[in-house]
C-alpha cells in the first residue's frame, strides 16, 4: 500500500468516497425537506424546538425494532423470519430524519455539516466488532439513553454505530437512500 501522509492511499480513497456520498444525500434530503417545510408552513426551529426528530426518529425506530422481532420474540413460535429488505428500508427511514436534522441543526445554529460528515465517518471506519445478533434495542440503547441530549446534537454517531450493529454495508444503504428519496419525492407530488 502506497503512504499518504496520514493514510494508506485505499484509506483515503474510502474516506474520498464516503464523504461524497454522505454530501450527496445531504443535498438531496436539503432538496426534499425544502418541499415539506415550506409545503407545511413551518420552519426547521419549529422542529427543532418541537423536539419532532427525536419523535420521528423513535418512531422509526420503533418499525425498524419491528423488522427485527424474530432476533427477540422468544414467546411466538410463529414469527416471520427477519427480511433483510425491510430491514434497510427501516434503517433508511432513519437515515433520512437524523440526516435532516442535521440540516435543520445547521440552518438554525450555523454549525458546518463538514463537522457531522466528520463524525459520521469516523464512525463508520471504527473498528469495533459488531455484535452477533442485530437487535436495534441492543444498539441504540446509548442513543435513546441521551435523548436530552438530542435536540443539541444530531446522533449521527448513533445512526453509524446502529448501521455497523445490522451489518449493513455503507454502500448498499446509500443506494437504498437514493431509491427511497425518489419515493418521497414522489409521494410530496401526490399530497403525501
Same mark, same amino acid.
Given at each position: ?7 494508506? &492511499?485505499? %484509506? ?5 468516497? *464516503? /464523504?461524497?456520498? !454522505? ?8 432538496? $426534499? ?54 430491514? &434497510?428500508? %427501516? ?5 433520512? *430524519? /437524523?440526516?435532516? !436534522? ?8 450555523? $454549525? ?81
Amino acid at each position: 500500500m502506497v503512504e499518504c501522509g496520514g493514510g494508506s &492511499m485505499t %484509506e483515503l480513497m474510502e474516506r474520498k468516497a *464516503f /464523504v461524497t456520498r !454522505w454530501r450527496k444525500m445531504l443535498k438531496l434530503q436539503a432538496k $426534499l425537506d425544502e418541499r415539506i417545510v415550506q409545503g407545511n408552513g413551518i420552519t426547521y426551529k419549529d422542529l427543532l424546538e418541537g423536539n419532532r426528530y427525536v419523535s420521528a426518529i423513535l418512531d422509526e425506530l420503533g418499525e425498524l425494532n419491528h423488522e427485527l422481532k424474530a432476533n427477540w420474540c422468544w414467546w411466538k413460535k410463529t414469527q416471520t423470519p427477519v427480511d433483510d429488505k425491510k430491514v &434497510m428500508e %427501516e434503517f433508511v427511514d432513519v437515515l433520512h *430524519f /437524523v440526516l435532516s !436534522w442535521q440540516l435543520a441543526h445547521h440552518e438554525v445554529t450555523g $454549525l458546518p455539516l463538514s463537522k457531522f460528515t466528520a463524525i459520521a465517518f469516523s464512525e463508520y471506519e471504527n473498528p469495533i466488532a459488531a455484535t452477533e445478533t442485530r437487535r436495534v434495542v441492543s444498539a441504540f440503547q446509548p442513543m435513546m439513553l441521551r435523548l436530552s441530549e438530542w435536540n443539541n446534537y444530531p446522533p449521527v454517531s448513533q445512526l453509524m454505530w446502529l448501521m455497523r450493529n445490522l451489518k449493513l454495508d455503507f454502500k448498499d444503504v446509500y443506494q437504498a437512500y437514493l431509491a427511497k428519496n425518489k419515493i418521497n419525492h414522489q409521494r410530496q407530488d401526490h399530497g403525501y
